[in-house]
């Protein structure tokens, strides 16, 4: 009896725990709200989602097209990662202002820095359209027939929904491969400003060695500020335009976190791939990942070593290392996790028991189907990612293909060695089908990748023909084979995506990512990545002071904080913490929320054990990494001297 009872409570807390997975349409939150509440949420869903008063949504945006960030003023202040800022950090940055080194603290409105290219969207409202979408599909119409329809009528729902102006702009996105599409309209403002921005040292401390990894101590926030027109509305960037007056900004909480407290992220997640079958998962974690990792380990390893000798161009190549770098790390921890989650034998295992249920129905064969396309398709894609991460790297023959590539960035050694590397990998990992008959015939023409390199770096014409060559074979020939495949891959998704709903009636299924706003919700929690390895949930500045070490950027940390922790009293200063939040990319940047909707930190990582939860969450190890906002206001009193921005804040206990 007591093993029985034991068992039950085992099972009960592993239902809860896994309860913390999904990314939930805040249109949507009513079907989660009691589950949120029971678990510690004191809020409602019209204080998540309303249009028809100000909710929290309204607090939120996307920010740049790629992260998340938060109003934290009446005033238009706007918080979000120091890495999401940090393009536009680095424009205003050169050596005699390096503001990535030095950081950046504005001290009157005057000194906000402008930002050509940066906007900010708040979502209006999303509302469910599939039915409007699909409007006149028939039964049995082909595919290309019905993407017409569904193009057509999407066109006609954004337009009507943007007829007023103001900024606004829509979207019709399809969720569940197509068994259903969402309507999202936003509204754009364009004039956003640099005001704060901590020195790397902070911002960025760790650097590569600590990204994805726990604990973590780094201050990953920046700051900016929206501008209006003084209507309140969208307006071009303007020295007569005035701080934007949000609908909602969101209280700061001083009352810190523990462990077990209920935490929600509201944010726009990038992209997961949670219900595809085995074949993926196996191509991601056993051939994808594994070659683009070995290929980018020698770029990171190319420009580290010309950025260690020259401060100029540590600025020029340090968000392009960032770049590379996030990916590179990022898919070592996903590779491994899914091999150690099984994932691929499960997903297996779970196709068999569902082939089993389809017998006899429609959806008898699917996975057969969906395994005979990859099978085809692997082959072809995965040449176009060599292409992709070796080719498409070089900047010389992105600059000979007319792409953009800013001079201003540029250090020439460094490209002339990423050429070496990378076409030699290029030649050596890929078969000569998949190479184009210029490439074959210089290959053998210049006898050698540094004879080649010589010539396409001193002759520009050579350059545009090698450019052209590479670029005409894969557009013309792989990718339209490569998107032939995709089209029925996705095709046959929506079949199975409908089917696993029918077969799994008792799971709630969420959409995956797409960039659009999500709620995930969870709690503070430690974890135990290996055994004997056990993980607290709360980073301290004690901790940063055991890292710091004036050898290494990455951990040398300003002398001013040294300073302020050798004055005592802010030993058990936190500076990170961890929760059970389902987060991806996107998500950088993204409010971490308390049970009464008070911002408590910023996400910005996810755990390194954990990463492969864009395609499998496991409560064990999936883990968000947030910056604890006490942190921010620290740094923005004590190394930045901005004290006047907390004064337009809001605070509660």
């Known amino acids: 009896m007591k093993k029985t009872v034991i068992a039950f409570f085992a099972l009960l807390a592993m239902i809860q725990a896994r309860a913390d997975e999904g990314m939930w349409l805040p249109a949507l939150i009513s079907q989660r709200i009691t589950d949120m509440q029971a678990k510690g949420f004191r809020l409602g869903a019209e204080d998540i989602y309303s249009v028809n008063q100000a909710s929290l949504k309204d607090a939120v945006v996307l920010f740049g097209g790629g992260c998340t960030g938060e109003l934290v ?21 050169s050596v005699e202002h390096d503001y990535l080194k030095d950081g950046f603290w504005a001290m009157n409105r005057s000194e906000e820095l402008p930002n050509p290219g940066l906007s900010v969207r708040f979502l209006e409202r999303m509302e469910d359209v599939t039915a409007q979408v699909l409007k006149g599909y028939e039964p049995g119409m082909d595919e290309e027939e019905r993407a017409a329809l569904v193009m057509e009528n999407s066109k006609a729902l954004r337009e009507a929904a943007v007829k007023d102006g103001g900024g606004l702009k829509a979207s019709v996105e399809a969720l569940f491969y197509g068994n259903q599409y969402f309507l999202f309209v936003f509204r754009e403002y364009t004039d956003v400003r640099l005001v704060g921005a901590p020195p790397s040292s902070i911002g960025k401390f760790g650097g590569e060695t600590d990204n994805w990894m726990w604990p973590r101590h780094t201050g990953d926030f920046s700051i900016f500020r929206v501008y209006a027109g003084k209507d309140n509305m969208p307006a071009e960037y303007s020295e007569e335009n005035v701080p934007y007056k949000p609908k909602k900004s969101l209280k700061i909480s001083l009352a810190g976190v523990k462990e077990g407290d209920f935490t929600f992220v509201y944010g726009c997640p990038g992209s997961t791939r949670e219900y595809v079958h085995s074949a993926e998962v196996d191509y991601v974690a056993n051939v994808s990942d594994p070659e683009k990792i070995a290929l980018r380990t020698t770029r990171l390893d190319i420009m580290k070593k010309y950025m260690s000798q020259s401060q100029a161009v540590r600025i020029q190549y340090s968000s392009k290392f960032a770049g590379v770098a996030n990916a590179w790390k990022k898919w070592q921890g996903e590779a491994k996790g899914i091999r150690k989650m099984n994932t691929v034998a499960e997903k297996q295992k779970f196709e068999k028991e569902f082939e089993a249920w389809a017998k006899g129905t429609g959806y008898e ?35 000979s293909s007319g792409r953009p590539v800013s001079l201003k960035d540029y250090y020439q050694p460094i490209d002339e060695e990423t050429f070496t590397a990378m076409m030699t990998a290029f030649d050596k990992g890929l078969d000569d089908c998949y190479k184009p008959d210029y490439f074959l015939k210089s290959r053998e023409r210049f006898g050698s990748m540094e004879q080649w390199k010589d010539a396409v770096f001193a002759d520009t014409l050579e350059a545009k023909k090698l450019s052209r060559s590479l670029n005409e074979f894969y557009t013309e020939n792989l990718v339209p084979k490569v998107s032939s495949y995709n089209r029925r891959i996705n095709l046959a998704n929506r079949t199975y995506m409908k089917a696993q709903m029918a077969f799994r009636q008792d799971k709630t299924f969420y959409p995956d990512a797409n960039l659009t706003l999500r709620v995930a ?12 390895v056990s993980y607290n949930p709360v980073s301290t500045l004690t901790g940063i002071i055991e890292k710091d070490n004036p050898d290494i950027f990455d951990y040398n940390i300003p002398q001013t904080l040294r300073d302020i922790y050798a004055r005592g009293g802010y030993e058990d200063q936190p500076v990170c913490f961890l929760a059970t939040n389902h987060t991806s990319g996107g998500n950088s940047g993204s409010p971490v929320l308390n049970a009464d909707g008070n911002l408590i930190g910023i996400n910005f990582d996810r755990v390194w054990e954990g990463t492969m939860s864009d395609y499998v969450f496991d409560p064990d190890f999936c883990r968000n990494i947030s910056i604890d906002v006490r942190y921010i206001l620290f740094i923005i009193k004590e190394i930045g001297h901005a004290d006047y921005l907390l004064d337009e804040m809001a605070f509660v206990r």
């Open 521 to 532: 919700y969870g709690h503070v929690s430690g974890y135990s990545p290996a055994d004997g």
């Open 73 to 93: 003023s009446d005033e238009g202040l706007l918080f979000t990662n120091h890495h999401c800022g940090y393009g536009y950090i680095q424009k205003h940055s």
């Open 365 to 399: 064969g699917i996975t057969d189907t969906l395994a005979e396309l990859y099978k085809a398709r692997n082959p072809l894609y995965r040449a176009l990612e060599y292409y992709n991460e070796t080719v498409r790297s070089i900047e010389k023959l992105q600059m």
